[in-house]
Every structure is written in C-alpha cells, then in structure tokens.
C-alpha cells in the first residue's frame, strides 16, 4: 500500500498531540456507486454533530505527546442514518489522547442503496480498512501493531462487534495478508442483536432493508456471532436504556463467556441511552475504568 497520504499527515504530527483528516481509501471506495457528494453535517441545539450522507469516509487521526503504544479506533453511533462525530467520536478521541492512547475517529460510509452495490457490508468494508491502515502504519506512529483496539457506540457498537466476529472475512482487498482482527473491543450502550426481541430494528432496517431474510438477521446478530477467538470485550451500558435494550449488553457478555472470552461489564443503573463520555447520573466515569483496562490487558 503506498503510504504518501498517511505519512504526509504524520509529518505535520510531528511528535506533539495532533489531529489529522485523511481518506480512509486511497484509490476507488469498493463497492461504491458513483455520483454527487451530498454529504451534510449539522451541531443541533444539543451540541451533537450529526453527519449525513456519507459517500467518502475518513480516518481521523489523534496522536498524543506521550504515546503508551495502544490505539483505540472509534466508530460513532447514529442508527447507521447519521454518524454522531462529537459526542462518539472527537470528544472521546480527545480525552483517550490526554491518557496516552492514539486515537482514530472513523466517518464511515451509511447503508444507502443509492451509493452502494451492497449496503449491508458498506460499514463493515470502512471498519475493515480503518484498521487494516492503523495497523499497517502502526509503526511509523511510534504505535504497537498487536495493541489495536476499537470502541463503538450504539449502531456504532454493532459496527465494532461486527468487525470483531467477522474479521475472518475480508470485504476489502488485502493484499499483504494484514489482520483484521482487533486486539480489543470496548462497546458502549451497543446495538448487538437484529432480532426481533431485543433487537434494534431501526439500525437493522437500515442496514439490511425493511425485510431482511432470516439468515441476514442472524448474520448481523452478533451475539449469535461469538467465537472462541472473539477479541476480550469491555462492555458498558445503562440498565434504564429504552432506545437500545441493555439485553444487547448483558447476552453479548454471556456469548463471550460461554467461549471463554475475557470481558467485563459495567452498567449503570441510569443514564438511558446516549450520553457519551459523562453519564450526568452517575460519579462513575466509565472511561477511566475503561483505560485502566486497557493498560492491564496489553
């Protein structure tokens, strides 16, 4: 892969705390369908940034002072019709940045029939190709290639738990044989299920059209996805969540411990659902027990 666009962004990094804006492909985005960038972005009246029509994703790319060699790379949420980039995304990058981690806040494509041959697999080829970038430059940041994680929030979180129990599979081309396996996965208030019972149907309509088949269903049902291998799962959600049922949480967990896949859970007994880095009813700051973790694990 050539290296021009990162490495030219890591110039301009140099060794101090940076933020960076690159395209996630450097040549044609596969299984795209040309036409005109509609892309839009808006901050409502609740400080959230929400980006629209995303046709051209990008890696955005955090760098600390200090770096204690892990990356963490951050899939926003938005019911795969918006990506939420502030609250899931920069804010978060930030405050990883300030305790040492590189960051990477990926602008993954949406599912729209309009712009992709297959939308189901759209989010999934961007998440493949974000880490299969972090990794194959992971050295040249001063980084560890066998210490990327990835965090999702939300839709976001059936994004990374995709990836992390669909790794095994490339959408993308990959030439050099790169892992697409993460090294970790920390899932926040996740969407996890497209089953009917506890499932997320919006995000599910979405990704899969108003009537996917059952095998599409049970494909995406990540919880029915679990493998001995799965990457170790940090979990954090709120028990009062009426968007997403925090059954996603606690089934996911019990999937990975059946395989003996080490994962923690912490749950809030409110907060409901989106609330990003500070749950205002609680003192807990997830995060921080996020990032110790983090440092214990790897």
Same mark, same amino acid.
């Given at each position: 892969?050539?290296?021009?666009?990162? /490495?030219?962004?890591?110039?301009?990094?140099? #060794?101090?705390?940076?933020?960076?804006?690159?395209?996630?492909?450097?040549?044609?985005?596969?299984?795209?369908?040309?036409?005109?960038?509609?892309?839009?972005?808006?901050?409502?009246?609740?400080?959230?940034?929400?980006?629209?029509?995303?046709?051209?994703?990008? %890696?955005?790319?955090?760098?600390?002072?200090?770096?204690?060699?892990?990356?963490?790379?951050?899939?926003?949420?938005?019911?795969?019709?918006?990506?939420?980039?502030?609250?899931? +995304? #920069?804010?978060?990058?930030?405050?990883?940045?300030?305790?040492?981690?590189?960051?990477?806040?990926?602008?993954?494509?949406?599912?729209?029939?309009? *712009?992709?041959?297959?939308?189901?697999?759209?989010?999934?080829? @961007?998440?493949?190709?974000?880490?299969?970038?972090?990794?194959? !430059?992971?050295?040249?940041?001063?980084?560890?290639?066998?210490?990327?994680?990835?965090?999702?929030?939300?839709?976001?979180?059936?994004?990374?738990?995709?990836?992390?129990? &669909?790794?095994?599979?490339?959408?993308?081309? !990959?030439?050099? +044989?790169?892992?697409?396996?993460?090294?970790?996965?920390?899932?926040?208030?996740?969407? *996890?299920?497209?089953?009917?019972? *506890?499932?997320? /149907? +919006?995000?599910? @309509?979405?990704? /899969?059209?108003?009537?996917?088949? @059952?095998?599409? *269903?049970?494909?995406?049902? !990540?919880?029915?996805?679990?493998?001995?291998?799965?990457?170790?799962?940090?979990?954090?959600?709120?028990?009062?969540?009426?968007?997403?049922?925090?059954?996603?949480?606690? @089934?996911?967990?019990?999937? %990975?411990?059946?395989? &003996?896949?080490?994962?923690?859970?912490?749950?809030?007994? &409110?907060?409901?659902?989106?609330?990003?880095?500070?749950?205002?009813?609680?003192?807990?700051?997830?995060?921080?027990?996020?990032?110790?973790?983090?440092?214990?694990? &790897?």
């Amino acid at each position: 892969m050539r290296l021009t666009f990162l /490495l030219m962004a890591l110039i301009t990094c140099g #060794t101090s705390s940076a933020q960076t804006v690159i395209p996630l492909y450097e040549g044609p985005i596969p299984n795209s369908i040309p036409g005109p960038d509609q892309e839009t972005s808006e901050k409502g009246a609740d400080s959230i940034l929400r980006i629209s029509h995303v046709r051209t994703p990008t %890696l955005q790319i955090f760098l600390p002072r200090k770096p204690n060699g892990t990356s963490v790379i951050i899939f926003p949420g938005g019911g795969y019709s918006i990506v939420a980039g502030s609250h899931e +995304g #920069t804010d978060v990058a930030r405050r990883l940045t300030a305790l040492g981690f590189a960051a990477f806040v990926v602008k993954y494509r949406l599912p729209d029939d309009k *712009i992709m041959v297959d939308k189901s697999i759209g989010p999934l080829q @961007d998440a493949e190709r974000a880490i299969q970038v972090v990794r194959e !430059n992971a050295e040249r940041m001063g980084l560890k290639k066998n210490r990327i994680g990835i965090m999702g929030f939300s839709a976001g979180g059936h994004l990374a738990s995709t990836l992390g129990t &669909h790794y095994d599979h490339a959408y993308i081309p !990959n030439p050099s +044989g790169t892992s697409l396996r993460p090294d970790f996965m920390v899932l926040v208030y996740p969407v *996890i299920s497209f089953s009917d019972s *506890i499932g997320h /149907l +919006g995000s599910r @309509d979405n990704l /899969l059209g108003k009537n996917p088949t @059952d095998s599409a *269903i049970r494909a995406f049902s !990540n919880e029915l996805q679990v493998t001995d291998d799965t990457p170790p799962t940090y979990l954090v959600a709120a028990k009062d969540d009426d968007v997403v049922k925090v059954a996603n949480t606690l @089934d996911f967990a019990e999937a %990975l411990r059946q395989h &003996h896949v080490p994962v923690e859970v912490y749950l809030y007994e &409110h907060g409901g659902h989106g609330f990003g880095l500070h749950n205002r009813t609680s003192d807990v700051d997830w995060l921080s027990l996020v990032a110790e973790w983090m440092r214990h694990r &790897h």
